[in-house]
């Protein structure tokens, strides 16, 4: 059974750095991707940042230029280096893996997206 399993959330002040890191254990995403998602107070579920086999990436508006995913297939996880936050960064943050992907393609909807992890909250205070 596939299981995701994000850590390094907490509390951080405007202008900070977080480095979140998902686990996956019970399978691989080799031919697939990973993303990271976020839930803040009162709001929709949004992308954040995308990741497939190939490496290729693809980030929301909101955090380019801020956010850089990574993924490390020897250690089956991905990462979300977050820089310069805001307190408008403060949510759960959640992992999320898609099996298998067409050649250049990034998912970033929901329904895109084959498992999730549990999330982990991210507080930026201004």
């Known amino acids: 059974q596939v299981q995701l399993v994000e850590s390094g959330g907490g509390s951080m002040q405007a202008g900070g750095s977080l480095r979140l890191s998902c686990a996956i254990s019970?399978?691989?995403?080799?031919?697939?991707?990973m993303a990271w998602f976020r839930q803040a107070p009162g709001k929709e579920r949004e992308f954040v940042a995308g990741?497939?086999?190939?490496?290729?990436?693809n980030y929301a508006n909101s955090v380019k230029d801020r956010f850089t995913i990574s993924r490390d297939n020897a250690k089956n996880a991905v990462y979300l280096q977050m820089n310069s936050l805001k307190s408008e960064d403060t949510a759960v943050y959640y992992c999320?893996?898609?099996?298998?992907?067409?050649?250049?393609?990034?998912?970033?909807?929901?329904?895109?997206?084959?498992?999730w992890g549990q999330g982990t909250q991210v507080t930026v205070s201004s």
């Open positions: 990741i497939n086999w190939r490496t290729s990436t």
């Open positions: 999320a893996g898609r099996v298998y992907v067409q050649r250049w393609s990034v998912p970033s909807t929901e329904s895109d997206m084959d498992y």
């Open positions: 019970g399978g691989t995403f080799s031919t697939g991707a």
